[in-house]
C-alpha cells in the first residue's frame, strides 16, 4: 500500500481536537472566518436595514458565509472518513477553501457596492464578477463530486453508522449542487435573451430544494458522531441514523415537488 491509499484517520475526535494537518487547520481557519463574516453582515443588516430578499440585499453576504463556512468545515471533517490519499485530500481541500473564499467574497463584494451578484450583466465588472462565481460554482460540482465518488468507492470508516450518514450525505449534497447549477443556467438563458428582471426572481423555486440538501453533509455525519459518544448499542445507533436518513431524503423530496409545482 502506498502513501497515496492509505485510509484517512478514523477517529473524529482525533481530527476535531489534535493532530490537524496544515491543510485541515487553514480550512477550518478559513471555514470560521467565512461564519463571522456572515455573523458581521448579519450585524450589518440589524443596523442599515433594507429589504431581506430580492437580488440586493444583506441576506447573501449573511447565508453565504454562514453556508460557506459551516459547508467548508463539515467537509474537511467529513472526508478524514474517506479513503483518499493524504496528498490528494489536502490539495483538494486547500482549492476548495480558496473557491469558497472566492465565492463570498463575490457576493460580499457586490453586496457592498448595492448591485446584484450571480445574473449581473450590466457593466464589464459585474459581469467579470458574475461570470467569476460561475466558475467558481463550476469547481465547487468537481471537487465536492470527486468526494462523493470517494465516499462510494470504499466503506467510509468510523463509528457505527457513519459510513451510510457520510455516503447519504454527500449524495444529497450532490442534489444541492445540481439544483444550484440549473439555478445559474436559467438565470443565464433569461439575461442573455433580455429578461434581466425574469432572471433574478427564477432561482426562487429551487432555493428550498438547494438550502435543504446543501446541509445533508454536515447534519447527518454529525449525528453518528453524536450518537457514538452514547451508550446505546451499534444496532439502535445505525437504526436512528438509518431513520434520520429517510426523514432528510423525505424532506429534500418535498422541496424537490415544491420547486417542482411552484418552477
Given amino acids: 500500500m502506498t502513501a497515496e491509499t492509505v485510509p484517512a484517520r478514523p477517529s473524529?475526535?482525533?481530527t476535531w481536537r489534535a493532530g490537524l494537518r496544515p491543510a485541515?487547520?487553514?480550512c477550518h481557519t478559513v471555514g470560521l472566518v467565512l461564519v463571522v463574516s456572515g455573523l458581521v453582515h448579519l450585524a450589518v443588516f440589524a443596523v442599515d436595514g433594507g429589504p431581506w430578499d430580492g437580488p440586493v440585499s444583506w441576506?447573501?453576504?449573511v447565508t453565504f458565509g454562514l453556508s460557506f463556512g459551516a459547508t467548508l468545515i463539515a467537509?474537511?471533517?467529513?472526508t478524514s472518513y474517506l479513503r483518499v490519499g493524504p496528498r490528494l485530500r489536502a490539495l483538494l481541500l486547500t482549492v476548495f477553501a480558496a473557491d469558497c473564499v472566492v465565492e463570498v467574497g463575490?457576493?460580499?463584494?457586490?453586496?457592498?457596492?448595492?448591485?446584484?451578484s450571480y445574473l449581473d450583466?450590466?457593466?464589464?465588472?459585474?459581469?467579470?464578477?458574475?461570470?467569476?462565481?460561475a466558475?467558481?460554482?463550476g469547481v465547487l460540482v468537481v471537487l465536492l463530486t470527486v468526494f462523493a465518488l470517494a465516499s462510494f468507492r470504499h466503506r467510509p470508516s468510523g463509528p457505527a453508522g457513519m459510513a451510510p450518514a457520510v455516503r447519504s450525505g454527500f449524495a444529497i449534497l450532490l442534489v444541492a449542487l445540481a439544483t444550484g447549477a440549473a439555478m445559474i443556467a436559467r438565470g443565464v438563458v433569461l439575461t442573455r435573451t433580455g429578461h434581466q428582471e425574469a432572471a433574478y426572481h427564477s432561482t426562487a423555486p429551487l432555493k428550498p430544494l438547494h438550502g435543504v440538501s446543501l446541509h445533508a453533509v454536515l447534519v447527518l455525519p454529525s449525528l453518528a458522531w453524536l450518537l457514538s459518544r452514547t451508550s446505546w448499542s451499534e444496532q439502535i445507533r445505525r437504526r436512528i441514523?438509518?431513520?434520520a436518513i429517510g426523514c432528510y431524503v423525505v424532506a429534500v423530496i418535498g422541496a424537490g415537488v415544491w420547486a417542482v409545482l411552484t418552477y
Wanted: charged residues 20%; aromatic residues 6%; glycine residues 6%.
Fill in 24 to 26: 485541515e487547520r487553514l
Fill in 135 to 137: 466558475v467558481g460554482g
Fill in 106 to 116: 463575490g457576493i460580499t463584494l457586490q453586496a457592498w457596492r448595492r448591485v446584484p
Fill in 121 to 133: 450583466m450590466e457593466t464589464s465588472f459585474d459581469t467579470a464578477v458574475s461570470m467569476t462565481l
Fill in 75 to 78: 467537509v474537511t471533517w467529513v
Fill in 241 to 243: 441514523v438509518a431513520a
Fill in 59 to 61: 441576506r447573501k453576504p
Fill in 12 to 14: 473524529a475526535p482525533t
